[in-house]
């Protein structure tokens, strides 16, 4: 067994209930399944193919989900390739996965106001911004740059879906 985690997209507390998404991939045939936050992050144990598991995974509620190895993320973890950038201090760093890597990756760094894309790896991109209230500009940019069949994590909340997964 290989445990998962699929970051859902569009998931809040006011629309979701966490138990409820709980059960929804234990009836899909997923083991050891757990949430972590009310955002729509979930993990769990399955056999077989990384498509064949993020269908059931997407069938199993009305979220889209974006499936990805616990191994994988931990690789993502301790390279932390955001080290090789001059991230401002106050930067919240982000994560976005995709669907499927884009056909075509602009030149990057980008950069709007204070967010900036740093670096587009296989099935994510890697953006930092200083947060603003009522200031979206880091989504804006990724969504302009890479449309919307995506989800983000911040790079936090990634550590602790990987130290939450089962084992």
């Known amino acids: 067994m290989t445990s998962y985690a699929a970051f859902l997209r569009g998931v809040s507390p006011m629309n979701a209930k966490?138990?409820?998404?709980?059960?929804?991939?234990?009836?899909?045939g997923f083991?050891?399944?757990?949430?972590?936050?009310?955002?729509?992050?979930?993990v769990f144990r399955a056999k077989g193919a990384l498509s064949a598991i993020e269908k059931r995974a997407n069938a199993a509620t009305k979220f889209l989900a974006?499936?990805?190895?616990?191994?994988?993320?931990?690789?993502?973890?301790?390279a932390d390739p955001f080290a090789r950038f001059e991230v401002p201090a106050a930067a919240k760093r982000v994560v976005t996965f995709f669907r499927d890597r884009p056909t075509q990756i602009p030149k990057l760094p980008i950069t709007l106001e204070a967010a900036t894309i740093y670096a587009a790896l296989d099935h994510a991109i890697l953006t930092a911004y200083v947060p603003k209230p009522g200031n979206p500009v880091f989504m804006t940019l990724i969504e302009k740059t890479f449309g919307k069949d995506i989800t983000t994590r911040t790079w936090d909340s990634v550590a602790r879906i990987v130290a939450k997964a089962p084992g």
């Open 66 to 78: 974006f499936v990805r190895p616990i191994a994988q993320l931990e690789e993502l973890l301790e």
């Open 31 to 42: 083991e050891d399944v757990a949430t972590v936050a009310s955002s729509g992050n979930v």
């Open 18 to 28: 966490m138990p409820e998404l709980v059960r929804a991939y234990a009836k899909a």
